[in-house]
């Protein structure tokens, strides 16, 4: 069992910085090998925003590289996303994401953060 659990969304103007948060939580959690960040804005598919390794190698989307850093504490099973330079085609909800490994892959995800850009 595996629950991920986003907060930090909200409503910035253009230029602005947002830092997303995600806490990981129950039995299963230590079966996850790698976690990251994917979006969705109205109308398109989910789409990969960075992603990040147990080893703590990062690896990022190419649209977003130099904007956003991902990152990690351990101690606190949590993930962040620090967001600079946002732009509106920013806007989007965020999930949180878990690969993990139970008997075979498995994909978790959390429930969402609408993220907002606009003037």
């Known amino acids: 069992q595996v629950q991920l659990v986003e907060s930090g969304g909200g409503l910035v103007q253009p230029g602005g910085s947002l830092r997303l948060s995600c806490v990981a939580s129950?039995?299963?959690?230590?079966?996850?090998?790698?976690m990251g960040w994917y979006r969705q804005a109205p109308g398109k598919s989910r789409e990969l925003v960075a992603r990040?390794?147990?080893?703590?190698?990062?690896d990022y989307a190419e649209s977003m590289k130099g904007r956003f850093t991902i990152s990690r504490d351990d101690a606190k099973n949590t993930i962040y996303l620090q967001m600079n330079s946002l732009k509106p085609e920013d806007t989007a909800v965020y999930y949180c994401?878990?690969?993990?490994?139970?008997?075979?892959?498995?994909?978790?995800w959390g429930q969402g953060t609408q993220v907002t850009v606009s003037s």
């Open positions: 994401h878990g690969a993990g490994f139970v008997g075979g892959m498995v994909d978790y």
């Open positions: 129950g039995s299963s959690i230590f079966n996850i090998y790698a």
């Open positions: 990040i390794t147990n080893g703590g190698v990062p």
